[in-house]
């Protein structure tokens, strides 16, 4: 096992990355698989996938030619692009963080992480964003994302990598999100 970690540069990496989602997906597997194992909950398209791609490169973790892990970059340019989460891009506009509100500042969303199952618990995670935080952080105050309050294992696994909780919400018949900054 070789990992190397990079920018996606390539449409057969996003499409790896769309077939890792969808195995993913919330409500694709048990309740007790999700609590154990986490989930996503945005499924994205190629087309969009490839101009969020553009504009900030996904981070990918491969093991040879195989996708085993990414983390979706997503800039302000893409709040109305994707339904589910224009509330949240609303909510970071007026949310006050460090005594400034958020819509000001230059932030970067991470749209989403996942790791294939059979790679988790090897230090994918950390390695996505230890490249994620070398490329972006440079550029952006922060990094922000959220993630839902019952997905147990990715917000234990974002307290570890230094994700700080700012603001919850719920989300009438959806979830409760915990907005993470770094």
Same mark, same amino acid.
């Given at each position: ?117 059979? /790679? ?48 919850? /919400? ?13």
């Amino acid at each position: 096992m070789q990992i190397q970690y990079s920018a996606a540069k390539t449409t057969d990496e996003l499409q790896q990355i769309l077939l890792l989602q969808k195995e993913n997906l919330r409500h694709k597997n048990d309740a007790e698989e999700e609590r154990e194992q986490g989930f996503v909950t945005v499924q994205h398209d190629i087309e969009l996938l490839t101009k969020m791609n553009q504009i900030a490169p996904h981070i990918i973790a491969t093991d040879g030619d195989n996708v085993i892990g990414y983390a979706l970059a997503m800039t302000k340019h893409f709040r109305d692009e994707i339904p589910v989460l224009h509330s949240m891009f609303v909510l970071l506009d007026d949310l006050m963080v460090e005594d400034k509100k958020l819509g000001t500042e230059k932030f970067l969303v991470m749209g989403q992480i996942c790791i294939d199952k059979n /790679y988790r618990g090897k230090g994918i995670f950390q390695g996505l964003y230890a490249h994620y935080f070398q490329l972006y952080k440079p550029n952006y105050t922060y990094i922000i994302t959220e993630v839902a309050e019952r997905n147990v294992r990715s917000l234990q696994a974002h307290f570890k990598v230094g994700f700080k909780d700012v603001h919850r /919400y719920d989300e009438p018949g959806f979830e409760t999100w915990v907005v993470l900054m770094y």
